[in-house]
Nanobody
Framework: QVQPVESGGGLVQPGGSLRLSCVTSVTPFSINAMGWYRQAPGKQRELVAAISRGGNTNYADSVRGRFTISRDNAKNTVYLQMNSLKLEDTGVYYC???????????????????WGKGTLVTVSS
């Protein structure tokens, strides 16, 4: 079973920044849409950002303008640059292959497999 490996989480103050990385052995990486998901304490996992195989991006309203998703196909890696972090951004962040549309990527949040261990982001003063 392919499991992505996420990294880059940590403790940051409100207004701060973090850059998350995710390496996956999904092959061929270049043809897969990829998504970053997060699970806040006591809440269901949700999609926050997605990037198509062609580099088109989309974001949840709660993070648009603050988060930037990108990918490096040569490194099988997807990134999430998070700026202006808020308390409500706290959670465990995961990456995984997305779907062919935003709605399909949203549905992947409920998938039973394909998840790594995630990386914890804590925004606190």
């Amino acid at each position: 079973q392919v499991q992505p490996v996420e990294s880059g989480g940590g403790l940051v103050q409100p207004g701060g920044s973090l850059r998350l990385s995710c390496v996956t052995s999904v092959t061929p990486f270049s043809i897969n849409a990829m998504g970053w998901y997060r699970q806040a304490p006591g809440k269901q996992r949700e999609l926050v950002a997605a990037i198509s195989r062609g580099g088109n991006t989309n974001y949840a309203d709660s993070v648009r303008g603050r988060f930037t998703i990108s990918r490096d196909n040569a490194k099988n890696t997807v990134y999430l640059q998070m700026n202006s972090l808020k308390l409500e951004d706290t959670g465990v962040y995961y990456c995984r292959p997305g779907g062919s549309s935003w709605s399909e990527s949203v549905d992947k949040a409920h998938a039973m497999d394909g998840w790594g261990k995630g990386t914890l982001v804590t925004v606190s003063s």
